[in-house]
T-cell receptor, first 113, second 114 residues
Framework: GDSVTQMEGPVTLSEEAFLTINCTYT??????LFWYVQYPGEGLQLLLK?????DKGSNKGFEATYRKETTSFHLEKGSVQVSDSAVYFC????????????FGKGTKLSVIP | DAGITQSPRYKITETGRQVTLMCHQT?????MFWYRQDLGHGLRLIYY???????DKGEVPDGYVVSRSKTENFPLTLESATRSQTSVYFC?????????????FGPGTRLLVL
């Protein structure tokens, strides 16, 4: 079945540092890929998505590029802020009759001033 | 307010008791989902529903029951709660379900089974 692997956390960065959270996937065919963010005490919100190879999703300064050759969808941000502190989940959906999003285990990011 | 809501937000119960978690959405989305979130596992799908009166099992359905008599409601029942069901439960919905669709999540219910 499908699976998503994210880098283990927690990740602690200083404000304005560069962020990378690695995500790789295994799936049948060519899945759609998503990054969701969960702020403390809240539900998950879609951060960005990409539905085909070489697509770049972007939102709020975050970017991720769908790399078919490396089966990856790494999340990046050039300059993090304290308000970016949250848990980030990578997810995939390959369809094929399944309604299930497959989530990674989540990476907790803490940004310190 | 429009959106997806869950109740209660926090619940403490005892082993063997029946518990129902409520989920309500105001968008008239066809698809609704229940996930549980546990440390080290991320989110796992319990049940989903493609429309009123249509439900199906996800990855971890054992010990849970769902119903969907109205499009906007999707309650999750733990018929006889166990300690292993201590978790945070998220409801989600989407208008359609395809590789392009986004799921919208509720704020979660934190359940403790003693």
């Amino acid at each position: 079945g499908d699976s998503v692997t994210q880098m283990e956390g927690p990740v602690t960065l200083s404000e304005e540092a560069f962020l990378t959270i690695n995500c790789t996937y295994t799936a049948t065919g060519y899945p759609s890929l998503f990054w969701y963010v969960q702020y403390p005490g809240e539900g998950l919100q879609l951060l960005l998505k990409a539905t085909k190879a070489d697509d770049k999703g972007s939102n709020k300064g975050f970017e991720a590029t769908y790399r078919k050759e490396t089966t990856s969808f790494h999340l990046e941000k050039g300059s993090v802020q304290v308000s970016d502190s949250a848990v980030y989940f990578c997810a995939s959906y390959s369809g094929a009759g399944s309604y299930q999003l497959t989530f990674g285990k989540g990476t907790k990011l803490s940004v310190i001033p | 307010d429009a959106g997806i809501t869950q109740s209660p937000r926090y619940k403490i119960t005892e082993t063997g008791r029946q518990v129902t978690l409520m989920c309500h959405q105001t968008w008239s989305h066809s698809y609704m989902f229940w996930y549980r979130q546990d440390l080290g596992h991320g989110l796992r799908l319990i049940y989903y529903s493609a429309a009123a009166d249509i439900t199906d099992k996800g990855e971890v359905p054992d010990g849970y029951v769902v119903s969907r008599s109205k499009t906007e409601n999707f309650p999750l029942t733990l018929e006889s709660a166990t300690r292993s069901q201590t978790s945070v439960y998220f409801c989600a919905s989407s208008e359609r379900w395809s590789s392009q669709e986004t799921q919208y999540f509720g704020p979660g219910t934190r359940l403790l089974v003693l």
